[in-house]
């Protein structure tokens, strides 16, 4: 079984378009994050939810909104696509904080064309 | 701010060893992390560094100096399969886990 499940793994769409990518835990993790990978390869976080409650925003565009409907899932809605989104989303979960590892999921590679 | 800086790329050789280096400046320290990430894949953990000192690990060790910022991941016996990019990222504190800037190994025969 898959501990950390995003759905799509592609997702290419048009610029203004708007699209959400879903991620699952089941490892039973408090914590989950959303994750943006330049094409640069570096790991820039974007929010994080503990217990459903969101935590941690780092000023990203309010055309981004995470929705964490119970613990095991944190979705992120995208609005009014543009060119500079074009990136890979991943999603991670952790169990409270300290010393224990985030688990990421597989990525989502969006394109926007 | 968060700073944490690594090298960008680096080569080795099958055999050898390499060192990986991690310098960070950050509001809040509560762990080191190491990750690994092949193309196109996701970051997998490898190890994580909370007191001063060196963490084995097999293959892989992890050595942390919190009065100078720094970390390193030692590879040793160097195989093709290491050829990765190698994460390093400080737990700042409030559960957020910032990502350095990352170092692409190359392993050559």
């Known amino acids: 079984d898959t501990a950390v499940s995003q759905t799509p793994k592609y997702l290419v769409t048009q610029m203004g378009n708007d699209k959400s990518i879903k991620c699952e835990q089941n490892?039973?993790?408090?914590?989950m994050y959303w994750y943006k990978q330049d094409s640069k390869k570096f790991l820039k976080i974007m929010f994080s939810y503990n217990n459903k409650e969101l935590i941690i925003n780092e000023t990203v565009p309010n055309r981004f909104s995470p929705k964490s409907p119970d613990k095991a899932h944190l979705n992120l809605h995208i609005n009014s696509l543009e060119l500079g989104d074009s990136a890979v989303y991943f999603c991670a979960s952790r169990r409270g904080q300290g010393s224990t590892e985030a688990f990421f999921g597989q990525g989502t590679r969006l394109t926007v064309v | 701010g968060q700073n944490i800086d690594q090298p960008t790329e680096m080569t080795a050789t099958e055999g050898a060893i390499v060192q990986i280096n991690c310098t960070y400046q950050t509001s809040g320290f509560n762990g080191l992390f190491w990750y690994q990430q092949h193309a196109g894949e996701a970051p997998t953990f490898l190890s994580y560094n909370v007191l001063d000192g060196l963490e084995e690990k097999g293959r892989f060790s992890s050595f942390l100096s919190r009065s100078k910022g720094y970390s390193y991941l030692l590879l040793k016996e160097l195989q093709m399969k290491d050829s990765a990019s190698y994460l390093c990222a400080v737990n700042t504190g409030f559960q957020k886990l910032v990502f350095g800037t990352g170092t692409r190994l190359l392993v050559s025969p």
């Open positions: 490892l039973g993790h408090d914590t």
